[in-house]
């Protein structure tokens, strides 16, 4: 058991090596409480660097994710035509703001370090979307700041990563096409 401030006690969960708190209410989720998974964060050298990146992030509201929504309907899109292609049902979302109303915010939100040179603290919150049964939405928060990424759920913190390309840190929605 560990303290951490903002989400109290942790506790350990042995199948993935996690610290898991007890759920708190996310106001940038609209008050959804959520279980955070820390990993990494027992061993590190700079933990303050966790509590800050959380307490951002708690610190946000919905405007937050409301900044992302013109890169997550970039990402509906590509799905939607590729379910097309593919003759498969798809929604028919118009307007980014109807992007709200065919996804679920996951009740977890994962906490680690990236592990190459630029080393930040990020936030990952899965949700389940409409669009991509299959694959669903990820949604990476900067050191619980900002949006700075948006995927299907493929665990990775930056576009960077992805594609092994330094100009891509900053893309928060890059187009696989």
Same mark, same amino acid.
């Given at each position: 058991?560990?303290?951490?401030?903002?989400?109290?006690?942790?506790? @350990?969960?042995?199948?993935?090596?996690?610290?898991?708190?007890?759920?708190?209410?996310?106001?940038?989720?609209?008050?959804?409480?959520?279980? #955070?998974?820390?990993?990494?964060?027992?061993?590190?050298?700079?933990?303050?660097?966790? @509590?800050?990146?959380?307490?951002? #992030?708690?610190?946000?509201?919905?405007?937050?994710?409301?900044?992302?929504?013109?890169?997550?309907?970039?990402?509906?899109?590509?799905?939607?035509?590729?379910?097309?292609?593919?003759?498969?049902?798809?929604?028919?979302?118009? @307007?980014?703001?109807?992007?709200?109303? @065919?996804?679920?915010?996951?009740?977890?939100?994962?906490?680690?370090?990236?592990?190459?040179?630029?080393?930040?603290?990020?936030?990952?919150?899965?949700?389940?979307?409409?669009?991509?049964?299959?694959?669903?939405?990820?949604?990476?928060?900067?050191?619980?700041?900002?949006?700075?990424?948006?995927?299907?759920?493929?665990?990775?913190?930056?576009?960077?990563?992805?594609?092994?390309?330094?100009?891509?840190?900053?893309?928060?929605?890059?187009?696989?096409?």
């Amino acid at each position: 058991m560990m303290e951490f401030p903002l989400l109290g006690t942790l506790s @350990h969960d042995a199948d993935y090596d996690w610290l898991v708190s007890a759920p708190v209410a996310v106001p940038a989720l609209d008050g959804l409480e959520c279980e #955070f998974l820390l990993e990494g964060y027992e061993d590190d050298a700079h933990p303050e660097e966790f @509590h800050e990146a959380v307490r951002r #992030f708690l610190s946000a509201g919905p405007d937050m994710l409301r900044a992302a929504q013109q890169h997550i309907y970039y990402y509906y899109l590509d799905c939607a035509k590729l379910a097309k292609s593919e003759k498969r049902d798809c929604p028919d979302i118009q @307007h980014a703001a109807q992007l709200w109303d @065919h996804l679920e915010f996951g009740a977890e939100i994962l906490v680690r370090r990236r592990s190459d040179a630029e080393q930040g603290v990020y936030l990952v919150l899965e949700c389940d979307c409409d669009w991509n049964e299959e694959d669903g939405l990820q949604i990476v928060f900067r050191e619980g700041s900002r949006v700075s990424r948006v995927s299907a759920f493929d665990d990775f913190l930056s576009n960077q990563e992805v594609y092994g390309i330094a100009e891509l840190d900053s893309i928060v929605y890059q187009s696989p096409g």
